[in-house]
């Protein structure tokens, strides 16, 4: 199987292509300039490779939530690669592929959402080694953060950049919270894993159904007096 996936939805620009278990990456950093970046980074691993768009099986996208820019340029690029190569896509949470980062059978994970709010989901490990989803994703303010009831008695972990954001967030949670890794963003080599998943499974769209999620749609909120 052969899957190539994207994100853009953070500063963290990655693609990644899964090939029967082996996988190739590209990452890096960046305030801006995704679009030049993630168009670069898909052509080297397609390239080193020797694989072209017509060989795969998916095109996997970091379906956000994320920045409103970042996870534009994620659909629109996969749509256009996907209709152009005739391959399916596969939508993928970026708060899913920060939690396939954690090690832990519970994850919390809160991704900074700016405006004085997080993104963030509750996950837990499933059978094949993949976090599921345990509820919704949300976005509020830190103070509104909590972990499922039936969490209480059990081993967690937080992660995501949140919680470097939002020092209110760790003091909440400290005592809930067996371990907490702020610097973990979503990448593109986790979104490949996930969405192989879904492909072995027929879980797979068209590619004009390769559309960002939000979860917050007031982009110029005014400030408040």
């Not at 192989?196 to 499974?201: G, K, L, Y």
Request: proline share 6%.
């Amino acid at each position: 199987m052969k899957v190539l996936a994207l994100d853009t939805a953070t500063e963290n620009c990655s693609a990644a292509l899964w090939m029967d278990g082996i996988v190739w990456q590209r990452e890096l950093e960046a305030e801006r300039g995704h679009a030049e970046l993630i168009l670069g980074m898909i052509d080297e691993l397609l390239r080193e490779s020797a694989i072209r768009l017509v060989d795969l099986d998916a095109i996997a996208f970091g379906r956000g939530p994320g920045s409103f820019t970042g996870v534009r340029l994620a659909a629109s690029v996969t749509q256009g690669l996907a209709f152009g190569a005739g391959v399916p896509v596969v939508p993928i949470s970026d708060l899913q592929a920060v939690a396939q980062r954690g090690a832990a059978q519970h994850i919390l994970v809160c991704n900074d959402a700016r405006m004085q709010e997080v993104y963030w989901a509750c996950f837990e490990l499933g059978p094949e080694g993949l976090m599921l989803p345990a509820g919704i994703e949300r976005v509020s303010k830190p103070s509104d953060v909590h972990l499922p009831e039936d969490w209480a008695a059990q081993s967690s972990i937080g992660v995501g950049r949140g919680f470097a954001a939002y020092t209110s967030l760790r003091e909440t949670l400290a005592d809930q919270l067996t371990n907490i890794d702020a610097t973990l963003l979503p990448r593109a080599r986790e979104i490949a894993l996930l969405a192989v998943a879904n492909v072995r499974a027929g879980r797979v769209l068209p590619p004009e159904e390769a559309v960002p999620v939000y979860i917050r749609d007031d982009v110029a909120r005014p400030k408040a007096p």
